[in-house]
C-alpha cells in the first residue's frame, strides 16, 4: 500500500520524534515551535516518515525529513519533501531555507541551492535546530518559491502540535525547548 502523506496529529508526535532519534535526526524544539507544521506518512496507520516546516512570515525553515529503514529507496522522503514545499506555496511562503549534514544532492533535486548563513533571514537563524542542533559544518541552503496571486491561501486550523495540545500542556517548563 502506498503511503498517505498528511497533517500530523499531536498524537502523532511520539511516534515523529522516535523516527527522527532512528534516523540520527535532532528533535529539539520540533513539538513546542509554534508556527510549525509536521507532515506524516503512513503505511497501514504505522507512521514511517515525516518532514516539518517551521514559518517565520514569508520565509520557512524546512527540517526534520525522515522515512523509516523499511520504506527507504521508494520515494517517500521525495513525496514528503514535495508535500512541505507545496504547503509553503500555499501559504504564499517565497523562500524555504534548509541545514544539511550530507543530503545536499537530495535537496538539490528539489530545488535547494546552497546559500551563506549570512543570507538567512535573522527570523529563520532564531530556529532550536539552526542555533543549537545542525554544527556549524552544516550546509545551509535555499528555495525560491515561486508564488502565484491567484492561489488561495491555505487555512491551517493550528500552526503547530504545540497550539494543539490541552491548555495544561502549555507549562512551559515541561516543554522540551522550555
Avoid: W
Avoid at 41 to 54: K, Q, S
Avoid at 77 to 88: K, M, P, Q, S, Y
Amino acid at each position: 500500500m502506498e503511503p498517505r502523506v498528511e497533517i500530523a496529529e499531536p498524537l502523532d508526535l511520539p511516534a515523529v520524534l522516535s523516527l527522527l532519534n532512528a534516523c540520527g535526526l535532532p528533535e529539539a524544539g520540533l513539538a513546542c515551535s509554534p508556527g510549525t507544521l509536521i507532515l506524516v506518512a503512513r503505511t497501514d496507520g504505522e507512521l514511517v516518515g515525516c518532514a516539518a516546516l517551521e514559518l517565520y512570515g514569508q520565509h520557512a525553515f524546512l527540517r526534520s525529513v525522515a522515512v523509516a529503514a523499511a520504506q527507504r529507496g521508494r520515494g517517500l522522503g521525495d513525496r514528503l519533501t514535495e508535500a512541505a514545499l507545496d504547503l509553503a506555496c500555499r501559504l504564499r511562503v517565497v523562500e524555504v531555507h534548509l541545514l544539511t549534514e550530507g543530503a545536499e544532492g537530495f535537496f538539490a533535486r528539489h530545488g535547494f541551492e546552497p546559500v551563506d548563513r549570512s543570507q538567512v533571514p535573522v527570523a529563520v537563524t532564531g530556529s532550536v535546530e539552526f542555533t543549537s542542533c545542525c554544527c556549524s559544518s552544516a550546509t545551509s541552503m535555499v528555495k525560491h518559491m515561486e508564488v502565484h496571486r491567484a492561489r488561495r491561501r491555505l487555512i491551517v486550523p493550528a500552526l503547530s502540535l504545540h497550539d494543539l495540545a490541552p491548555a495544561s500542556h502549555h507549562d512551559l517548563k515541561s516543554c522540551a525547548c522550555g
